[in-house]
């Protein structure tokens, strides 16, 4: 006896819902690389902002008075904050890299970890039930 499609679409499997968390389990180290990342992030972009500071006092105190001696502390500085920059930079861009590498691992046991397996088999059968239904 054939099934109706309806009947077919009324009886949908249901399965129980499945949390995020309860598939990534206890993330260890998530929250200190995205707070390393950001607050490097933002450091940079203060960064960014001195240099322009630097750019308007050259421009404002040391052309205007013809003063070679504030010049000279001004390079110094702006040497010292574009190493310091520079720093921060491939500080942020090596915990950026740390964080994916750790990710694609984690992601990876993830996928092999018992509760995902378990998830995965219960739910490919139920949808081959549904679909024999449909099909038959």
């Known amino acids: 006896m054939k099934c109706h499609w ?3 679409w009324l009886s949908t499997p249901q399965f129980s819902k499945i949390q995020m968390r309860s598939l990534w ?8 690389s995205l707070l390393q990342i950001f607050l490097m992030a933002a450091a940079l972009e203060a960064l960014a902002l001195l240099f322009l500071l630097f750019t308007q006092w050259i421009i404002d105190d040391v052309l205007v008075a013809n003063d070679h001696d504030l010049l000279d502390v001004f390079v110094i500085g702006f040497l010292g904050i574009a190493v310091i920059k520079q720093i921060v930079s491939v500080s942020r861009y090596r915990a950026v890299m740390y964080y994916n590498a750790w990710r694609t691992v984690e992601g990876e046991s993830i996928l092999t970890s018992p509760q995902t397996s378990d998830f995965l088999l219960r739910a490919s059968a139920s949808w081959r039930n549904y679909l024999s239904l449909q099909l038959s």
Not at 25 to 32: E, F
Request: charged share 25%.
């Open 25 to 32: 389990g206890a993330i260890s180290g998530l929250r200190r």
């Open 6 to 8: 309806k009947q077919a």
